[in-house]
């Protein structure tokens, strides 16, 4: 791959950021390629190939980047994005049953965390970074897959002593829903009731 | 490495790169690379970082008929490294505590 092959792949990637920030790190990958080749000696394919995939700098981009529901109304849809389950075990372990149409990345859902049950935010974050880094005291795995859906099993014990609340915000076929604590598709601006448990 | 340790450290590293002169991506990679790892990823949000705390400033300069950016360690990220070092002592007490219990065990 020689290096506008690889800038348009990652600048495709990038996709979700605005125009500014995602001109500003083309420019920096673009320098660094350039800087490989000069300082180097490697041709052009060379100091691509040398570099971390589009996707991982992407990923690792994205997720440094905060993340905010947009000042949208979201839906409440439970034929779309819905917490099927949500309990507390007697040992403080939380878990949450998560489900989604089955053509969604976890890359595409954001969730809100609160670390009591007074709705004092701890995190928002798309649900697939929640388990990287900081946020590892998280888990989340596929539990099961039917009907057009996957079913993501959410589990942590960080917050054993407070409770805990969750909601969850999916732009999906240029719509946006929310899973929240309302009944089935009420509309709510911005925000709605915690998914508590 | 805990990942929010070693994310202060990275920052660390990089001020650190840039404390005795002005340098560019690349550069900063290689001269932090020995020390901590640091991927082409990893370093331009922790570059934006430090510019919006105001510990870093950016120019652009011309390099063989192309723009270069450079990273200038301002103040605040001489009084960061500075702050480090007394915070290190204090580490590195607790470290020989820790090691010291150990070997009594």
Known sequence: ?197 | MDAQLKRGLIDICVLAAIRDEDSYGYRIIKTVKPYIEVSESTLYPVLRRLEEAQMLSVRSVEHNGRLRKYYHINQAGIDRLNAFSEEWKEITAIYNFVTKEARNE
């Open chain 1, 1 to 197: 791959m020689n290096k506008t092959a690889f800038i348009n792949d990652l600048s495709d990637k990038l996709d979700r950021l605005n125009e500014t920030d995602r001109k500003e790190y083309l420019e920096f990958f673009s320098e660094l390629i350039d800087d490989k080749i000069e300082e180097d000696g490697v041709n052009e394919t060379s100091a691509v190939e040398n570099m971390q995939s589009a996707d991982r700098i992407a990923d690792a981009i994205i997720r440094e980047i905060p993340v905010e529901p947009e000042n949208v109304a979201y839906i409440e849809a439970h034929s779309v994005i819905d917490c099927t389950n949500r309990y507390r075990m007697d040992d403080g372990k939380y878990y949450f049953t998560i489900k989604l149409p089955d053509d969604v990345s976890l890359k595409d859902v954001i969730i809100e965390i609160t670390k009591d049950y007074r709705g004092t935010r701890e995190l928002c974050t798309n649900l697939f970074y929640l388990t990287d880094g900081d946020n590892a005291e998280f888990a989340i795995r596929l539990e099961n897959a039917y009907g057009g859906f996957n079913y993501y099993e959410m589990t942590t014990d960080k917050f054993a002593d407070t409770g805990m609340g969750i909601r969850l915000y999916l732009r999906y076929k240029d719509k946006y829903y929310m899973a929240t604590d309302i009944s089935n598709k009420s509309e709510v601006k911005g925000n709605g009731y915690w998914l508590g448990a």
